[in-house]
Nanobody, 114 residues
């Protein structure tokens, strides 16, 4: 059973950076596509970045050019590098498979405020 634990969130100022990590309790080698999702206060959960084992990445328009997703299958970890943060990036961030086939973890809170 694969479970995800997100970490790395915190408080950042606008224009700042954070690096989120998603540690899997089991192997993610067999998972072809992983993603980072976020849920802002009062909003639905949305997919912001996706990475496939084939090397393809996709980003929501709201984060494209600022966020970078990467996956290390050997470390069973998915990362989200977040640069040029904006207040609207404030949300709880989650990782999961594309299609959300694994139970949601607790997520990690990202707050962008001056």
């Amino acid at each position: 059973q694969v479970r995800f634990v997100e970490s790395g969130g915190g408080l950042a100022q606008p224009g700042g950076s954070l690096r989120l990590s998603c540690a899997a309790s089991g192997s993610i080698f067999r998972i072809p596509a992983m993603g980072w999702y976020r849920r802002a206060p009062g909003n639905e959960r949305e997919l912001v970045a996706a990475s496939t084992s084939g090397g393809s990445t996709n980003y929501a328009d709201s984060v494209k050019g600022r966020f970078t997703i990467s996956r290390d299958n050997f470390k069973n970890t998915v990362y989200l590098q977040m640069n040029s943060l904006k207040p609207e990036d404030t949300a709880v961030y989650y990782c999961n498979t594309i299609g959300a086939t694994v139970s949601w973890g607790q997520g990690t809170q990202v707050t962008v405020s001056s």
